[in-house]
Structure formats: C-alpha cells, structure tokens
C-alpha cells in the first residue's frame, strides 16, 4: 500500500470518515514535511518516517487517552522536538497520556507524575516536581565576580564548596549549605567579597533520581 493509503485506512478503522480523514491528514503530512511521501509505498519509508506516519495515525482523531511507548526512538533531534510539542499540545487540551521511555529528559519536559520501574517493580512513584524537590540536597549554583580564594575563605568551612567552573568570563561555584543554615548566610558570606550575579537551587535530574531509587531498593546493583 501507499503511505497515504494505509494512513486513510486506518483513520477509517478509528471511526473517521474518508472525507475528514483526508482532510486532516493532508494538514499533518504538511506540519510534519511528509507530503512528498504520500504516494510512496510503505516499504520505501525509513524508520523516522515510519515513526512519523504512527505517531500521526495515533494522534489524528484526537483520543481522550494516548499511550506512547518511546515515542522518540528513530527520530532526530529537530523531530524530536516536534512531536514533544504536540504531546504537550494535547496535554494541554485535555488529552491524558502515558508514556513509556528510558529518556529521563523527556520525563522532566512533559510529565506532570511518574512511576520508575525496575525489575518489574514501582520503586518511586509521585510527582515529578514535588520528587525532585524531595531528592534535593540543599546545594546552590553561584554565578559571581570575584577571586576564587576570596570565596573559599569566605565560606569558612561552614559550607562545603562541590566545585568551580569559569563560564563566559563568570566563575560557577556550586555549594552544599548545611541544614542548621540558609541560604541567605551563604549570600551573606559572600557579598563582601564578590559580587553576585545568578542565585538558584540545584535540583536533581530524573535520572540522578532514578539511580538513586534503584540503588536505594537494591544496593548491590552499579548505577
């Protein structure tokens, strides 16, 4: 069959009249730059477009429920982003979806809670925000002006300094503050030596979090 053809077909199977299924799928194959493919034979289509055609034919009626299983797999980073911008469009009308994927990045872009399976097991379940504010470990990006062994002994020994780095002429200092203190002392601590220019929590990624949870349920497994 022809691309276009099976694409008819199975918006047909979905309940779609050939009318309105036509219609609809011309303007997709237009957003997604596949209009070129539509007489090709399915055989001829690679495994980006083949994604492509799935992830257009799943979408196309407009399914109060979507579920996904690596929906980025075979796909550049440019279609990549296409298709997370239409999975957060129809997050944001209304529609619910369940995705399955190791890419903990895309975790974090589109999920609003998550459950992380290992060995077949929900070892951490909740929501993405509220879990990475739990797994936090009260430390602090530094952007500021300023000598690096003014801020070192600024900190006294009160803080612990993880590490520097010299980004577009700025030094990055992140900094583990101790629960007894805040990080207004840590600001205060520095001000007179340098001068501050960028201010923020380090919170952990998806996938820190990840090791850390199945690390946690099985110790003798290497992240």
Request: proline share 3%.
């Amino acid at each position: 069959m022809k691309v276009g053809e099976q694409a008819v077909y199975l918006a047909r199977l979905k309940g779609m009249s050939k009318q309105d299924a036509l219609a609809k799928l011309k303007a997709w194959f237009v957003k997604f730059e596949m209009t070129a493919w539509w007489d090709k034979k399915v055989e001829e289509l690679s495994k980006g477009m083949q994604q492509k055609v799935q992830f257009i034919v799943t979408v196309l009626h407009e399914p109060k429920l979507l579920i996904l299983d690596e929906p980025f797999s075979g796909f550049d980073p440019i279609n990549v982003e296409l298709i997370k911008g239409e999975l957060l469009r129809l997050k944001k009308q209304g529609t619910t979806i369940i995705l399955s994927t190791h890419n903990m990045a895309s975790v974090e872009e589109l999920c609003d809670n998550i459950t992380l399976i290992n060995q077949s097991k929900a070892v951490l379940e909740g929501n993405v925000n509220e879990l990475r504010h739990s797994f936090k470990e009260h430390s602090w990006e530094v952007k500021f002006q300023g000598k690096d062994e003014d801020i070192r002994n600024s900190l006294n020994g009160k803080f612990e300094l993880l590490d520097f780095t010299l980004v577009n002429n700025l030094t990055v200092a992140r900094i583990k503050i101790p629960e007894t203190l805040s990080s207004n002392d840590l600001i205060k601590a520095m001000l007179p030596v340098s001068n501050i220019l960028g201010f923020s929590e380090i919170l952990p990624s998806m996938s820190e979090i990840f090791i850390s949870a199945v690390t946690r349920t099985n110790p003798t497994k290497k992240a």
